[in-house]
């Protein structure tokens, strides 16, 4: 039990969209073991972003219960979510979100500043992720400045920056041509591996599921094998 990292008991999800509701998760259930891969491969609409968004704690269940590392989050008030949100997850969404005034060092280097961490930490930090993105040749760059691949590949190495448990991971290659798409996921794994990290990945691209340790689907409201 205490190599489950993520563990999604029995949620239930509900949206009211005008006067009817929407009932997008019944009762799913899933874990995700430390070092383990997963990808959620299902079709648009079925839940993949409100699954996501739950184990991020960036929504709550309207019931069931999610626990990351071990603790139940539903009692934690927001000041607790937040902070174990900084601190155990790690995210990657489909654009790469990157502050555009700043480099892809800076970019990496600032939520380390902010959990704390020295200047010279930070930058030796994220020279190294960005060494093992194999891109540290671009770290004085801006993001417009890279290619699509590169800002993938910094956004990658910014979430993993404060070294969390679990990496949440949105379409990350979505907006990239399979070629670029085969090397940022292949960099992204490297990644994952060497640090003993777990990700939940929700991909369109079946190459790329391939890879992963595990496949799983959405099937009527629940988390079904691929
Ligand atoms: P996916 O990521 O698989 O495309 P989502 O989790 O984004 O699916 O959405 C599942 C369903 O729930 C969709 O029909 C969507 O319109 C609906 N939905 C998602 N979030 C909300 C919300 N905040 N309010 C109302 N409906 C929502």
Redesign the pocket.
Known sequence: MNDIVLQIENVQQH???GDNV?S?LKGANFSLKKGETVALV????????????LAGLL?TPGDGEVYIGGRATSTLDDDARTAMRRSELGFVYQFHHLLPEFTALENIMMPQMIAGLSYKEASERAAQLLDYMRIGARASHRPAELSGGEQQRVAIARSVANAPLILLA?EPTGNLDPETAGYVFEALEALVRQSGLSALI?THNHDIAALMDRRVT?RDGQVAEF
Request: net charge negative; charged share 20%.
């Open positions: 949206y009211e969209q929407l997008v299902a079709p648009s609409g079925t839940g993949k972003s409100t699954l996501l968004h929504e949105d929700a959405l």
